[in-house]
């Protein structure tokens, strides 16, 4: 008997939506991120949702093969993001030895005194802000930031290339990382067990069908982080989610990301403010340290921010580091 003409274009509608969906992540495993590859990869969590379409036009023209296929593809979509629902138990259980935060001030103009409450409310020991511009500076040492992390290394400037670190332990050196689009900036310091390094990043943003600055800062960033030594935090708007080749590479070099870690779900930051409700996770707080374990991580909106806060509590303890797994 054949099938209805109405089943047959529900059948092909649904097939193509699968495909496009398993193109995304078909270009996900092979790291294919040209034009807006790119763009459509940062929305991987929300492509398993996609996949409902499919399955409800199989189901309504009985098509067995579609809906095995958006049951096969479901599958393969929740498993990339499996770490991110899963966690250490024994890293859930300590008190946090080290609070790290990430603001993006968008341009300067973050609420000074809100940035100063949440460093003060979450304990916060290690605050990196981008796009700090010098004004903002100012306002954030006014409302009381000096005070509560009086440590700090900062290389303001207008727009969004501006970024700075704040610690609560004295800084044993600081420096500016040449080479990005963006300022970068390094410190040590004494963390609560021995010496600690951590980098402020801010790579560029990919653009829609053109990403050579994103492609070069990335490679920077890698480059950089590939050849320190001992314990070492990133922290800050890294313009990429985990789905993205450079974080993957990144975690292929030890590093983990705190979300992974803390199995605290999907931390999505950004766009904050714009309507709707924040989409990608783009920003985030990297360890490689052994016996560090993140114990949780939180987003909070600012005024004045177009992304949410990144806070995370890190356990530096016995566990042992798990890295994170690249789906």
């Known amino acids: 008997m054949r099938r209805p003409p109405w089943r047959r274009v529900v059948v092909v509608m ?45 189901l309504a023209a009985r098509s067995w093969p579609l809906v095995a296929g958006v049951v096969a593809m479901t599958v393969w979509g929740a498993v990339t993001q499996l770490p991110l629902v899963t966690a250490e138990p024994a890293a859930l259980t300590d008190e946090a030895d080290v ?23 979450r304990g916060v020991d290690i605050l990196a802000v981008q796009e700090l511009t010098q004004d903002a500076v100012a306002a954030l040492e006014r409302a009381g930031l000096g005070e509560a992390l009086p440590h700090a290394f900062t290389a303001s400037a207008e727009g969004f290339a501006g970024i700075g670190l704040w610690s609560a332990w004295a800084l044993t050196d600081a420096a500016e990382v040449p080479g990005t689009t963006a300022h970068t900036v390094r410190v040590g310091l004494e963390g609560p067990s021995g010496p600690l390094t951590v980098v402020a990043v801010h790579p560029a943003a990919p653009g829609l069908w053109q990403h050579r600055l994103w492609d070069e800062d990335m490679a920077t960033l890698e480059g950089l982080l590939g050849t320190m030594t001992g314990d070492v935090i990133a922290v800050g708007d890294f313009n990429a989610t985990r ?34 409700f924040p989409m990608v996770a783009i920003d985030h707080v990297l360890t490689r340290a052994e016996g560090w374990a993140a114990s949780s991580v939180d987003t909070v909106a600012l005024t004045g921010a177009d992304h949410r806060a990144l806070v995370v509590d890190i356990v530096a303890g016995p566990a042992s580091l798990a890295t994170a797994g690249s789906g």
């Open 99 to 121: 609070t790290v935060a990430s603001v993006n001030a968008t341009f300067g103009g973050v609420s000074p005194d809100e940035v100063v409450a949440l460093v003060r409310e």
């Open 14 to 58: 649904g097939w193509l939506v699968l495909m496009g969906v398993g193109g995304v992540w078909v270009a996900r495993a092979l790291s294919w991120e040209a034009g807006p590859l790119a763009v459509l990869i940062a929305l991987t969590p929300w492509l398993v949702s996609v996949l409902l379409v499919p399955l409800v036009l199989g």
């Open 243 to 276: 789905d993205h080749a450079a974080l993957r590479r990144l975690e292929g070099l030890g590093y983990a990301g705190a979300a992974d870690q803390a199995g605290a779900g999907w931390t999505f930051t950004f766009p904050e403010g714009r309507g709707g």
